[in-house]
């Protein structure tokens, strides 16, 4: 995540806090999902942007985990996102989301 | 008449890597980090045949077909490509101290100095270059002294220029407080003019058509030449043509970040069918603000900085000529303002909606160019492989429209599509640098038609939160005779 | 799991893009904060 948008974040959580703050993702690569998570939750791992060693724990979905799609309007979703899941491997997503947020429950 | 033609195309690349610490990303890491950035990109820089032997370099300039990159292991810059000639079917890879010359050359308000120990040896390159071998290469001549260069730089803002290693010159503001005419923006602006020339100057060789017959200039690079009451003002088509002799042109600057080369070829078409225009060139220049903007994924991966070249891009639209594949004018896919944000409105509009015009399967396209972003380049920065999910998501319209089933994917992306080989140079790697290999292949009968798609992030100009698209098919020339 | 939540948004202009993301999120109740559309090219 480039340190404008790491700036933006890290200025947004020192004016509202982080309580009943979520961050949702949209990269179909999971791995360009997993690095966003990761800096939002734990810090930029690069340790050169606003949010190096910054833990903020903000609880981070992706908007193709099929446990986000349960509770977001049916037809909302299959309009806007639903599509994604042809091309996006979602269950590898899932998998790496669930993880990154046990991670941040455990540490 | 008949819709109009692609007559030839350009493609060329120019190996910078002195310039590579004026990209925007490398330029503030280097001013911003506490530890030295520098010393770690220049050890990390190409050589000059390194470059050339690249494989996705040897498919830009038209040497190697795309599908020849799924036969070659990656990391393809360990794999160089044996023999591998800097010139190729559709341009060359041009060497730094060349391109250099050819600055000097593009500058018509003496932005550039060249250091007099240096001119020779600039010259001479250049000299040996088969396009500018009887050239007057008289401004090179007028090179100056090391210590006003040092002056220019210690105390008036001039920035330096690099060339193996040493300083060789500098570059200019034009104004103490106009941001838009400062040392940085200028040397932008005339990389993107020097390099612009070069792509058409080899679109004019190539083609048989003399530059005074060209009567409009569209380009599409990625710059923003003007001055503080008018940042982004334009005229870059004219300097390029003025350059390579283009008298009887007019011409002016089509803006739409990366989707800009297809809007210009969309113009360029509907101005040819419409006869306001007969000979209309597109040609786009490089930026120098992409260089190394992936740097540091690279550094991390202890890989060389890939994105060491400027791209540029020349194509020649005229009315039919019985032979060059036609841009079909009921083919033009659009991204509407009201199609929102949906992505698959948003591939619907660009792909679906024309197919279904024209009567085409998905499949029945031989193959879709789309964004074709080198993945050596983004993966390694956690940025991913853009062609690959653009493929991705037009085989999911094909498994949406029935065509196909979701287990085909994968063989579709492999048939119709291809790994993208562009340097990321925004407007470079907008579908067009198929152009080349899709005419061929379609002028040899082993295609009968190509889709061209590009996407736009307008959201990084804030002005709007849409991104935007534009696509048109090109196919086989029916070979009527044409009835005007 | 939304509802009532403030949503920071960064869609992807190659995959979910943020306005999408947004729309998605207003529907299950949250409200959304900040939305950003990254560009990785």
Redesign the interface.
């Known amino acids: ?1 480039d340190t404008e ?1 790491q700036a ?2 890290k200025q ?1 959580v020192d004016d ?1 806090g982080t309580e ?10 999971p ?3 997993q ?2 998570a990761e800096t ?1 939750t734990f810090g930029d791992p ?1 340790f ?1 942007g606003p949010l190096a060693g910054v833990s903020l724990r ?1 609880p981070v979905y992706h ?2 985990e099929p ?2 799609k349960k ?3 049916q037809d ?2 299959k ?6 899941e ?3 491997n979602t269950e590898e997503i899932g998998k790496i989301f669930r993880e990154i947020r046990g991670k941040a429950r455990e540490t | 008449m008949y819709d109009p033609v692609i007559k030839a195309c350009s493609h060329v690349l120019i190996h910078t890597p002195s310039f590579v610490r004026y990209g925007s990303k490398p330029s503030r ?1 280097i001013d911003d ?1 506490t530890t030295p950035v520098l010393p770690a990109i220049e050890t990390h820089l190409r050589s000059f045949e390194e470059a050339v032997e690249y494989p996705p370099n040897q498919v830009f300039i038209g040497n190697l077909h795309p599908d020849r990159l799924n036969g070659i292991e990656q990391p393809w810059y360990r794999h160089p490509v044996e023999d591998a000639s800097r010139y190729g079917a559709y341009g060359e890879i041009m060497p730094e101290e060349e391109f250099l010359g050819l600055m000097k050359l593009a500058d018509d308000f003496d932005l550039m100095w060249i250091e007099k120990e240096s001119a020779p040896m600039i010259k001479k390159s250049l000299q040996a270059h088969p396009f500018w071998n009887n050239s007057d290469l008289g401004k090179i001549d007028a090179a100056v002294e090391m210590a006003r260069i040092h002056d220019k730089i210690e105390n008036q803002g001039s920035l330096p220029l690099y060339c193996h290693g040493r300083i060789v010159g500098c570059m200019h503001r034009h104004h103490e407080k106009d941001d838009a005419l400062k040392a940085q923006v200028l040397m932008e602006n005339l990389m993107a003019k020097a390099s612009g020339a070069l792509a058409l100057t080899h679109l004019l060789k190539k083609s048989d058509i003399r530059a005074d017959e060209i009567d409009l200039l569209l380009n599409c690079s990625e710059e923003a030449v003007g001055d503080r009451y008018n940042r982004g003002g334009g005229g870059l088509a004219k300097a390029i043509g003025e350059m390579c002799g283009c008298v009887s042109a007019t011409g002016c600057d089509i803006k739409a970040f990366c989707v800009g080369p297809i809007y210009a070829l969309v113009h360029a078409a509907g101005l040819v069918k419409s006869g306001l225009f007969n000979k209309v060139v597109v040609v786009g220049g490089g930026s120098m603000a992409k260089l190394g903007m992936k740097f ?1 994924g690279h550094l ?1 991966k202890g890989m060389p900085i890939l994105e060491d070249v400027l791209g540029g891009l020349a194509f020649l639209v005229t009315g039919d000529d019985g032979e060059s594949p036609s841009i079909r004018m009921d083919s033009i896919g659009k991204h509407d303002i009201g199609s929102g ?5 948003i ?1 619907e509009s660009l792909v679906l909606k024309p197919l279904d015009r024209m009567g085409k399967k998905i499949t029945d396209v031989d193959r879709y160019a789309v964004e074709l972003q080198n993945p050596e380049v983004t ?1 390694p920065a ?4 853009v062609p690959l ?1 653009n493929y ?2 037009i ?2 319209l094909a ?2 429209r029935r065509e196909m089933n ?1 287990e085909g ?1 994968d063989r579709f992306v492999l048939e119709h599509g291809m790994p993208g080989f562009s340097p990321t140079q925004g407007h470079i790697p907008a579908a067009v640098p198929f152009l080349g290999h899709a005419i061929d292949a379609i002028k040899r009968g082993e295609m009968n038609n190509a889709m061209f798609v590009a996407r736009g992030s307008l959201f990084l100009g804030r002005m709007t939160q849409l991104s935007d698209g534009l696509s048109f098919l090109i196919e086989k020339n029916p070979g009527r005779k044409a009835p005007n | ?2 509802k ?9 202009r ?5 306005p ?2 947004a ?3 207003k ?2 109740g ?1 409200e959304v ?2 939305t ?1 559309t ?1 560009c ?1 090219v």
Do not use: H
């Not at chain 1, 009943?20 to 690569?29: F, R, Y």
């Not at chain 3, 190659?14 to 943020?18: E, L, N, R, S």
């Open positions: 995540m948008k933006i974040i947004l509202m009943g703050l979520v961050v949702v993702i949209g990269a179909a690569d791995e360009v999902a690095v966003t939002v690069s050169a903000l908007i193709l446990e986000v509770v977001i309007p909302v979703y309009e806007q996102a639903g599509f994604l042809l091309v996006a | 890491e980090s540091k991390a944000s949906s992505q698959q409105n591939m993966v956690g940025s991913g492989n999910t991705r998501m085989g999911a498994v949406l979701r994917i | 799991m939304f009532g939540k403030k949503i920071i948004v960064f869609g992807d190659d995959g979910v893009p943020g999408a993301i729309a998605c999120m529907a299950a949250a904060v900040l950003v990254e990785f």
